[in-house]
């Protein structure tokens, strides 16, 4: 599925998901004094985010997106390292290469699955290609290399994908939140103005909205920032393997081409 097709998905999902939790869950007339969720005082946590106002809408939004993407990202991740542990394979698949045994490493890459084993696949089955070609081992090499290259800018995408909407959605969060404050004490200001004695429903609801979309805001950025944080170094970390395997294998491979 196309990265932009899932965005969208989960957007529209999400989206259909919070309109109603707090339409029919924090709107509930369960959840106010009398009944009535315009002019009636909350009395549970329910009824004060809904008196968040609309703005809750998009960022209980946010918030399920995040999740979302949290939980996409550790499934891929978890998936792209493979069925088995990491170190073990990488020394199988050296050892067999140095005893010229490629169809078997290529074998163990196959049986392994994941990111790393196939750009090591790639990369061995490029040299099976070459290793009978009447060229010298410089060019051999090169052709593993440009294999490699050519792997590495397949896999690196899909250990990617989804972190720049982390990282997009924990600046959006927060500026979403502040204009759900914004809005909240242009209300209260409003009651404040009015002739006569201040509507104290209305002061109280501008202030709940206010402070009620700035705890939403920043809870969604939090939770955003650290899943990017988190993950942007797992992405870093497993290239960084991939490399020194890659480097590796090559290094093998340069001394029987020669």
């Known amino acids: 599925m196309k990265q932009s ?4 998905i989960v957007l529209v999902v999400a989206l259909v998901v919070s309109f109603a939790v707090f339409q029919f869950v924090f709107g509930s007339p369960n959840n106010f004094k009398g009944g009535d969720t315009v002019a009636g005082t909350p009395i549970n946590v329910f009824g004060q985010i809904y008196k968040g106002g609309p703005v809750v809408i998009a960022l209980m939004t946010i918030s399920i997106m995040v999740i979302t993407f949290i939980i996409e990202r550790q499934l891929s991740l978890g998936k792209a ?8 394979f990488v020394k199988k698949v050296q050892t067999l290469v140095m005893d010229n045994d490629i169809d078997g490493a290529i074998a ?11 750009v ?9 290609v070459v290793k009978d ?7 051999k090499m090169a052709e ?7 792997a590495m800018m397949l896999e690196v995408p899909l250990l990617e994908r989804n972190l720049v ?10 500026l979403v939140g502040l204009f759900g404050t914004v809005l909240g004490m242009i209300r209260s200001f409003q009651a404040l103005a009015t002739a006569g004695t201040p509507n104290a429903t209305e002061l109280s609801t501008g202030i709940s909205e206010a402070l009620i979309n ?12 650290i899943g990017y944080n988190y993950f942007a170094t797992r992405v870093s970390n497993f290239t960084y393997m991939i490399d020194e395997a890659t480097y590796n294998i090559m290094q093998i491979l340069t001394v029987k081409s020669k």
Request: glycine letters at 8%; proline letters at 4%.
């Open 5 to 8: 097709v899932f965005i969208t």
């Open 81 to 88: 390292k493979g069925r088995g542990p990491i170190e073990p």
């Open 108 to 118: 163990e890459c196959n049986k392994q699955k994941g990111s790393l084993a196939n």
């Open 120 to 128: 090591l696949r790639l990369a061995l089955e490029r040299y099976n």
């Open 133 to 139: 070609d009447p060229i010298d081992g410089e060019k």
């Open 144 to 150: 593993v290399q440009r294999a490699i290259e050519e």
């Open 165 to 174: 909407a982390l990282s997009t959605i924990a600046s959006i969060s927060v």
């Open 214 to 225: 700035t705890a939403f805001g920043i809870f969604g950025a939090i939770v955003a920032i």
